[in-house]
């Protein structure tokens, strides 16, 4: 169990923030929901701009390591590795909790008011088509970088319709991961 105050302070932030989004999200709620004073609160994060950021670099780091443990898989080659991106990720989208990626959603309440989310939203997102354009490059792909983009809109498109429409999607997203593979590998 966490037991370091900014810590605590991090999850709380990021569990409400993940719920209920950045703006409806108060700094009241967030010091009831770590159980810490306003004094701890500000001695750790003297904005709530700066708890973002944190929250942020939170997320990135658990995503970074719900990735890894994806793809440690050292018997699936490249192609198989992204398509477990793809069902991992379906199901995700499929979650009753699910309310979105966190850096879209930040980016969406604070581009142009914040440079530092912003920075922080950007990183995540070059992190995570990186992670897929690597694999493009491993899975031998005509034009990996332009794969990797392809793939890495059909995921972000998943995940925008998805945070809106709960209903289940008409299309299998890891289908047609693997048809643009296809189109990238397979000569015609």
């Known amino acids: 169990m966490t037991t370091d105050k900014r810590d605590i302070i991090v999850e709380a932030a990021y569990k409400l923030f993940k719920s209920n989004g950045f703006f409806a999200t108060g700094v009241d709620s967030i010091m009831r929901e770590a159980g810490v004073s306003k004094r701890t ?45 793809f069902d991992d990720a379906a199901t995700w989208f499929g979650d009753v909790n699910f ?16 440079k530092a989310i912003e920075e922080a939203c950007l990183q995540f997102k070059q992190w995570e088509r990186s992670v897929i354009e690597k694999l493009c490059i491993s899975l031998g792909a005509r034009e990996p970088a332009i794969l990797a983009y392809k793939l890495f809109v059909l995921l972000e498109g998943m995940s925008a319709i ?24 397979v000569d015609a």
């Open 99 to 114: 309310h979105g990626c966190l850096a879209v959603n930040a980016m969406s309440e604070f581009a142009g008011k914040d």
């Open 41 to 85: 609160m500000y001695k750790y994060f003297p904005t709530k701009n700066e708890l973002i950021v944190a929250v942020l670099a939170h997320y990135r780091a658990s995503c970074q390591q719900q990735m890894n443990e994806l793809l440690n898989d050292m018997s699936q080659g490249p192609r198989e590795k992204i398509l477990t991106i």
């Open 162 to 185: 998805a945070s809106i429409d709960k209903s289940e999607a008409s299309v299998n997203i890891a289908t047609v991961a693997e048809q643009l593979i296809d189109a990238h590998t």
